[in-house]
Each structure stands twice: as structure tokens, then as C-alpha cells.
């Protein structure tokens, strides 16, 4: 479910990203998103931002609002001017209620985490993940969907959650969550597919996931487009191109500029790495599900 | 904007109204209109019903968040137990905060008002309306929806809208409000076209209008049905026919059920009467406009 | 922390119990608690009352808002004509999150719970109390709270907590839950001391306790009335006496009445067990904590 | 009713100015407001600050939750770093809605308004007051506040509300919304007081009132504290003093750091400018209001 949009380069204006583009998440794919079954995400959203010259660690706002309509997060977004920015909009898997601590992205010290997607098997799972958390992975949890939960696993692979996280240790940790849900998925015999798109930052650089247990469908859509700059003019927002090593990352569930061919698609599970000199990498992510007799019933996704 | 649905009969649960039908106003209606533009309703809802064994007084409970999440609307939906139901979900024209005194239905001693659609030129005409209100209509209204303003113009034509008010006086009063509105339109000649669904009842007869100023479109949908009463089993919800004059009327923004022959079109630019002993009629509803030279771009409603 | 309301008897409106008496919960309580150290219980509320004409199941109205401005819970209250209503206004422990799930009463199948005071360690034995719990104990807590975590090792000692659940089970199992309780803290040796007052009904019987680990100060405040019928005419509101069996109790943190008289407490340390018949009984409460070694400093309770 | 702060200086993070000292805002004063007969102050807040490098109009951020509780409040409160800062926790007024609309401060173009008190007469001047409005002034109001249409006032005196406004342009339609106000008591023969403390500013010089109508009681209290720096190490948060004309100032409605000797009190009935050079002056505010016979009962103000 729901759809993100991560930014990494230099400081631009939230809105740019939120709300100035056509096809922006907040006034278009909140309400039509063009790649998903599920085309509604009002069940909350949250931002999150760094500020640099002040200290290291993401300032977070979540709300329980659909975000087409909240004034705050429009205000903000005129006025947050980051070279960092997470923003996701929401739409809740059923059963899982609709509260602020529910919205994404999560925080921990300087890490920032979201999620677009469903964790198969996530009741059955949920007592088993966190009983493997160690006490601070287990404290920073504090709502109840699939999403925190993984995070949580995560965070149980960093040494430090609360101090300086390196590049490196993003991308162990990911890897271990996907490790401990492999475990998780065959001890527990989960016949029900599982949607993982994830992004994770320290604020400086940046790993995101786009996989899926489906061998028969694609995972959900993840895009990202690089260079020199990005700005807009009015609802024109493009990507400068840039010769040489880019400055400047957009990584989005689905395309929100007009110019389409600024973007390209993150690879069926697999891991992007963009590291604190900007260097973009890739990673094959693989499960071991053979032993599991997975419904033949593709679930609906959002 | 906006969807509705009313009823008057027999007492009913009201999630059988809301809930149970497969293409229902919360679980679907909310995400998937079918009959409009606008297919997300997601900006806050309301419910209204009259318990008459203990006074002639509408409940109102109205929120600001998407009623396709809302945990208390799902509660109350199984609880209440009611001859009259108003119920409403939202889409907020351009401008208009998501604020609870926003969402419909609006109350005013025993009677209820919601509104589907737009008033052209609403912004031009806020001032307009509110000094043609007495005191009474004026303090009556707390938020800022043009549809508010229409309940005030209606209630401005109720002699004492916080004493008894007859099905007379419900039809002459909602005459009367469109009255107003033509004179307003003409005046400061208003070129958007209006879209007035409108539903009102004092808690034993109901008056609704389907309208539009557009001659060359639809006015929104709104459908009907009547017969003995309405039940479910399971998903599958059926009016049971009466034989003679109906007990049991259900008027609705889209048919919910899945017996499409069930539901009757509420005619373009007329107004329905069901009356105290459920006896339906139907009067034109007509504005002199001819001198209004309105735009020829269709406003895309909700 | 918080303040609360139980009542059984005869069918009343809520708004008699909850705004009608001069110091009420919802307009003088939330505000300026009387017989509390923390006076405003402004982090959200809830309302629990059962309609047995319709089935056994409790309605829940729960919110995140001040109860004092809650224009929902006010037009409620004046609907809410039932034989037993649970009512109760919060105010967060520290680092506890203000969340919908997170206010009170608590319901799981035909059952509410409510809680005031404070869990001493419930940080240190918050995942030492979910892995004590089965399955459906453990899914049926949705928030964050100690109290929500209580009723989880309630329900763990009642064999169906979605079917009928008798008053002696509800006996049986608040007693089973105060051993739980009684083994976690020595265990492990919590030295901050808990204040719990409790309420549990089913619909027709309701159990409540009066309870602090602390020997050097008296538990939270908890009264009753008893009699004929409770009545208000204006702000005076009235318990009839009964001669012979009561056919009404309420029970509240704090008298709301005018007639003092008219309230006794619930002794420190004791359960109150209201039956189907109305028949009022107490048993003593009582934890074997000689090993721990408390910290002297009493804590600000709410 | 309600408390206020007013900030302008150097930048300092808004945390240290609400959280940090003993007695903040947001940890105190929205609880037990020393100097108020209303002491809870929980229906809603709102925080507005400027961010001169990217340009000149507010971030304004507002909620109907109690400040106390609210994370979001709490992380921006972290990282907003800003030479001038208006902050606002509200008690509303008898019949006034918990809506966000209704929170402070309220903003147009690159002004903040905030007000604590009450304008006596309301209701009955509500319509007077917006029939003076221009429209730009008429639209710039969305709720339902005393504060905001006197605010309407203020704006209506404002050449170009949307445009660059100069301090003096400031000090002149504070008098004249004193003005208007004055003429709108007389002529509605109002009797009840009005208590009427103000501060608003364009980012750079701020004016601030502290008046009311009642020769037998004191205003609500202001305070101001000047000096050379404002700043915090823990709990201890000084004014450093300057030697020569001040280049940072508190205003508030209550002393909120230990060291009392700091504050001083904005006489009774006066204004009290800030201008872009920091310089500080006084005018005194003045109604005539002889005729009015007003009634001796003096109103609980918050």
C-alpha cells in the first residue's frame, strides 16, 4: 500500500517535491495513483527532513489526515528547504488502524524509514518479530503496523541505533531484516505473498529495496531519476542531467514529472545504494522461499 | 462534491445502510464513486438519525477524517437503530477546509440538511447570503461550506426552526431557498454553473431536490427506492415491494445494492416529497437564468 | 491518572450521568479534578454503553480531543438512553502516546474495561506481560497503554472472551490478573509503585477494585452510590433510596453530586462485585510484596 | 482566555523558548496557567515563525489537540530555528468551536496575530464586525473566534494586507481596530467586558496590547523580558543583559524562566512597540466607553 518519495542532493524546498509537479503525491497520487490497485491513500502521511546546520537528526511530522487537505503540511513545505526529504501518503492495510503513530516515515536517532507495500503473514508474524528484537529495537516501536515492525527488525541489526550510523551498516541491516523475514516466512509456513518496497537514509545517503515474494508479478513500482539539480518552474519540475557523477537524487513510487524519460525503474528485488558521495549502486535481493506453497490468489496490493 | 444517502421507514440498523451492501457508501461509494469525477470521498463524513422513543431531535455525529477508517462510525453504524437516517460523505471543494462543522448533515432544531454538489460563485455570493439571513439562520451556521450557507437561506424561511416544522413547510422553505438563489446568481452574475443535490428532513418526511443550473449536462445522480422494507442478509440487501403505498423509502447519491432494478432516477431538476405517511410526489424546480451568460466550460463536480 | 464512571441500573440518558450534575466527568472533572494531584484529563476519552434490545455487545465512542469541547460526545450523551454506561476521561502517563486506541474503555467480544492510575515498571514489563498472553488475548490489545496490557492478562484468564462471560468469571479473572501482576513485580523487582483502579462489566454485572502497592498513602479515590433509581431535574441529580436491594449503582472516581451523603467510598485494597441481581459484595485485594523494596518517594498519580 | 508567547531576536530554536524552561508554555502554562482563573488551556495551539533566508511570509503550524501531548509540536519545536516566533495555546471560549481554524496565530501575507482574552459582546457584534470588513480583510477570516474578526479589523485598516506592511503601518490599524471596536460597544450598548491582550508583527518589529474595558480588575497579565541574548542550558533559561538598546525580546503572558527579576509587566491599557531597530515604546489605548452602563458582575476571563 501507499506510495514515498525520498530526495537526497542539494537543499530544495519540500514543496517542490510535494506539491509543485503535476503528478505530485500530494494532490495527484494521494487521490489517483496510477500504478496501484489501490488508487486512495488518505490514511494519514508524514514528512521528514534534515537540517544540517543544526544537528543530525530528522525532524518528523506525521498526521492522521488525509494529506490533499491538511494546511499544515502545506505550510510546511513552503518553508522545510532540506537536502534530505522523505514523504509518504498512506493507505492502511485492513485491520490496521489509522493513527499517527502509524504513518511513515519512522524515526530512530538519525535513521528514517518507510515502507510501500505488505508484509504476507503479517499477524501470525507479528509476536515471532518481536520476540527477536533486542530492547531498544523492541522500545522504538510504537504502533502496530507491518512496516515499524520491519523496521524494528532493522534496527535490531544496528549497533547504535541512537548514534552515528555509517552507509555500510544501512545496508547490513537491510540485509539482515530481509535474512530474519526469510526465517520468519518459511518457520512460519506464510503462504501469502509480500509487497517490499522500502527506502531507509542517515541523512547523508540512502538505501531502498523493491521486491516481492510474487515470482508471477512485478513488484510495486519504484523509480528514481538523477543529476546535476533539481527545480521547478511553476508545474515544470525537471532534473538537470549531469555529466559525470550526479548531486542530485529523486527515488518515487511512480513518476511525478512530465518528462518521463528522466526516469528510470529500480530493477525487480533489488537493493539501490546511494552513498554520501552520491555514487548509485545495486544489489540482487533474494529470498529463499522454495519450501513455501504460496497461494496461487495474487493479493491485492496498494 | 460529496456523496448521500437517506432513509425513512421501519427502523434499521444503520450499518445495514452503510456497511453491509456490497458497493456501500463507507467501504466503496468512499474510494470508488462510480457517477462522478470526483471518485474520492475521503474528506470527513457525518450521520444523523432520530431515536423518536426519546425525542424529535436529530443525533448528529460528524468527524473530519475518511469514514472508509473511522473505528467510532463502524461502532455507532451497528448500534443505531433508527426510522431516519441522513448519512454523507465528503469531498471538499477547492478552498474549503476539513473541518467538522464542514461536514454534513448540518442540524438545526429537529431537521437535517446535506448538500451534493456546488453553488457557483459561492465565494462572490458568502456575503450576499448571509445578510439576507435573521439572526436565527445566521447564528444557526458554524462553518464555511456554500452548503451551509444554502441551509441557512432555508432555514431563514422557517418561522421558528427550533419549534415544530411540517412537510409544508420543509417543501416551501427549500422553494424558497432556490428562490434566493436565483435572484443572488442574476444579481451578481454568477457565469459557474451550480450543482444542488439536496436532501431535508424534520425526522418524519423528507424533501430532496436533484438540480442543476447546466443545461447540457446531468445534474449529480441521485436514485431512489421504496417498497415494504429494506433488509439484508449478508452483503445481499433487497427493498422488499409493497403492494400499495411503499413504508420504507431509501434516496441515495449512486444505487448500493446489487438488485439494480430496485432503484428510480430522481427525475433532472425536480424536487421529491415523501410525506408523513410516505405518500411520494414530485414538483419542477426551476431558475429563471436566461440573462446569465454562463461559461462554457463544465465545472468538473464532485 | 484519569477519572471515571460506571453505571448500572434502570435505562438512563448518558447526559444525565456524564454533564447534567454540577461537577461532572465530562465539564468539571476533566478540568479541575478534585481529589487528584494531576488535575486536567484532557488526553482523549471514551464512552462504552450496551443496548440490549438490539444485542450484548458494548458501543464505544472513543477520541483523542478533550472530552470538554467534544461537540460529538455531547449530542451522544443526550441519545444514549442505556442500562449500562462506562465513561471515562484520561490523562497520559508520561511517553504513553495520545491515540485513539489508546483511550479508554477498552472492549473485547461483550466486555469493557477501564482503567485509573498507573502500572509501577510498565516500561520494564511491558513485553514480560504479552508473552504471558494466548493468541487472542495478545490480538485483542491494539494500543499502548499499561491499562490496554492489563486487560490483556485479564482476558487471558477467561476461557472465551468473545462469548458469554459470566459475572464470577469476571471475579476470577481480575483476581488472576492482580497474581500476574503480583509475580511480574517481584520477579522482576520493580521498585516504583502502582495505583489501580479498575472496572470491568459485561453488561449486566460489573466488578471494580480499589488498589495501590503503596502502604504509606491511599489508593486513588473510588466511590459508589446505591439505590432506587438515579435522577437529575436541571444540574440536581439524585440517587432514590432504595429500601432493600439496590436496582442502581454507580460508581465514580469522584462524587458528582451535590449530596455527599449519598457516596461512600470503596475501601483501599478491595474488590466491589455488583452481580446480575444487583447484589452488592466486596472482597479484599491483596498483593504479596514484602520482598520489594519500594522507592520511598511516592509518585504523582493522576 | 488562552497564554502567549512572542519572540524577536536573534534566531534561537523555538524548543528553548517552549519546552526548555521550567515553567514553559507547553509543559506548564497549558496545565496550571499560574495567573489565570481559567487554568487548563488545551483546545488547540499554534506556532508561527519566519524563516528570513527563503522569505518573508510565516510557517504558521496549528492544531485543536493540548499542546502538552503533541509530538509533532514537539519535533518542529527542535528544528525550527528563527529570529521571530509567535506561540499560542488556547481555552476556548464558551460556544466556540475546537477547530483548526479557530487556532492561533492567524496569519495573512507576512503578518501573525494572536490574542488572549475575550471580546465582550461577540455574538451580538459578530455580523456588525464583518460588515465592516473589506472583502480582502472579509476573506482573510475561516473561523469563528472573537480574536480572528477582530484580526478581520485590524486587516481591514491594512492598505495591502498581501504587500510589504511597515511597523507604523502596524501601530496605526492596532488603533484603529481599537477604534472600531469602541464605536461596535457603544453602539450595541455592549455590557459585558471586554478583555483584549494582542501581539502581532511582519517578522521584524512586533506590537503588542494588554487592555481591558474593567476599571475594577487588571488585564490578563503580559510580560516582556529584553536583553542582549536569549538562552537555555537545561532547565536554566536566561536573558542575558545588554548595555545599550536590547537586540532580543520575550513576550508572554506569564514569567516562564526562574529568574523573575527579568520580567517586567506591559503597564495596564497600554501598547507596547517593537520596532525593526529593536528600540521598545509605549502609547497608552483608550476607549471611551462612559456610556455604558456595564454590569458589575466581572467575568471569568481565561
Given at each position: 500500500?501507499?506510495?514515498?518519495?525520498?530526495?537526497?542532493?542539494?537543499?530544495?524546498?519540500?514543496?517542490?517535491?510535494?506539491?509543485?509537479?503535476?503528478?505530485?503525491?500530494?494532490?495527484?497520487?494521494?487521490?489517483?495513483?496510477?500504478?496501484?490497485?489501490?488508487?486512495?491513500?488518505?490514511?494519514?502521511?508524514?514528512?521528514?527532513?534534515?537540517?544540517?546546520?543544526?544537528?543530525?537528526?530528522?525532524?518528523?511530522?506525521?498526521?492522521?489526515?488525509?494529506?490533499?487537505?491538511?494546511?499544515?503540511?502545506?505550510?510546511?513545505?513552503?518553508?522545510?528547504?532540506?537536502?534530505?526529504?522523505?514523504?509518504?501518503?498512506?493507505?492502511?492495510?485492513?485491520?490496521?488502524?489509522?493513527?499517527?503513530?502509524?504513518?511513515?516515515?519512522?524515526?530512530?536517532?538519525?535513521?528514517?524509514?518507510?515502507?510501500?507495500?505488505?508484509?504476507?503473514?503479517?499477524?501470525?508474524?507479528?509476536?515471532?518479530m518481536l520476540?527477536l528484537m533486542n530492547?531498544?529495537a523492541y522500545?522504538?516501536?510504537?504502533?502496530?503496523?507491518?512496516?515499524?515492525?520491519?523496521?524494528g527488525l532493522?534496527?535490531n541489526?544496528?549497533?547504535?541505533?541512537?548514534?552515528?550510523?555509517?552507509?555500510?551498516?544501512?545496508?547490513?541491516?537491510?540485509?539482515?531484516?530481509?535474512?530474519?523475514?526469510?526465517?520468519?516466512?518459511?518457520?512460519?509456513?506464510?503462504?501469502?505473498?509480500?509487497?517490499?518496497?522500502?527506502?531507509?537514509?542517515?541523512?547523508?545517503?540512502?538505501?531502498?529495496?523493491?521486491?516481492?515474494?510474487?515470482?508471477?508479478?512485478?513488484?510495486?513500482?519504484?523509480?528514481?531519476?538523477?543529476?546535476?539539480?533539481?527545480?521547478?518552474?511553476?508545474?515544470?519540475?525537471?532534473?538537470?542531467?549531469?555529466?559525470?557523477?550526479?548531486?542530485?537524487?529523486?527515488?518515487?513510487?511512480?513518476?511525478?514529472?512530465?518528462?518521463?524519460?528522466?526516469?528510470?525503474?529500480?530493477?525487480?528485488?533489488?537493493?539501490?545504494?546511494?552513498?554520501?558521495?552520491?555514487?548509485?549502486?545495486?544489489?540482487?535481493?533474494?529470498?529463499?522461499?522454495?519450501?513455501?506453497?504460496?497461494?496461487?490468489?495474487?493479493?491485492?496490493?496498494?
Amino acid at each position: 500500500m501507499c506510495r514515498f518519495i525520498a530526495y537526497i542532493g542539494p537543499p530544495i524546498l519540500a514543496s517542490d517535491l510535494l506539491y509543485a509537479p503535476k503528478f505530485s503525491l500530494i494532490t495527484a497520487q494521494t487521490m489517483n495513483a496510477a500504478e496501484m490497485s489501490v488508487t486512495v491513500n488518505g490514511d494519514g502521511f508524514g514528512i521528514g527532513w534534515y537540517n544540517p546546520s543544526l544537528d543530525n537528526e530528522p525532524c518528523v511530522f506525521r498526521s492522521i489526515k488525509p494529506a490533499w487537505s491538511d494546511q499544515n503540511l502545506r505550510n510546511l513545505a513552503r518553508k522545510v528547504h532540506s537536502p534530505c526529504v522523505f514523504a509518504h501518503v498512506r493507505a492502511a492495510s485492513p485491520g490496521i488502524t489509522v493513527e499517527e503513530v502509524n504513518s511513515h516515515p519512522f524515526a530512530c536517532g538519525e535513521l528514517m524509514f518507510m515502507h510501500n507495500g505488505v508484509l504476507g503473514g503479517f499477524k501470525q508474524l507479528r509476536r515471532k518479530m518481536l520476540r527477536l528484537m533486542n530492547d531498544t529495537a523492541y522500545d522504538a516501536i510504537q504502533g502496530s503496523t507491518d512496516s515499524e515492525h520491519m523496521f524494528g527488525l532493522f534496527l535490531n541489526h544496528i549497533e547504535d541505533p541512537y548514534g552515528t550510523v555509517t552507509c555500510e551498516e544501512l545496508v547490513y541491516a537491510i540485509g539482515k531484516m530481509f535474512d530474519d523475514l526469510n526465517v520468519l516466512l518459511i518457520e512460519n509456513d506464510i503462504r501469502q505473498h509480500s509487497y517490499l518496497n522500502i527506502a531507509v537514509t542517515n541523512g547523508t545517503c540512502m538505501v531502498a529495496v523493491r521486491y516481492t515474494t510474487n515470482p508471477n508479478v512485478q513488484p510495486a513500482s519504484l523509480y528514481y531519476m538523477h543529476g546535476k539539480e533539481y527545480h521547478c518552474r511553476g508545474e515544470s519540475c525537471v532534473m538537470e542531467p549531469a555529466y559525470g557523477k550526479p548531486s542530485s537524487i529523486v527515488l518515487a513510487s511512480e513518476p511525478f514529472t512530465s518528462r518521463r524519460s528522466d526516469w528510470m525503474k529500480v530493477e525487480r528485488n533489488s537493493m539501490m545504494i546511494v552513498d554520501e558521495t552520491m555514487r548509485i549502486s545495486f544489489k540482487h535481493v533474494e529470498m529463499d522461499l522454495e519450501k513455501i506453497d504460496f497461494e496461487s490468489i495474487t493479493p491485492e496490493i496498494g
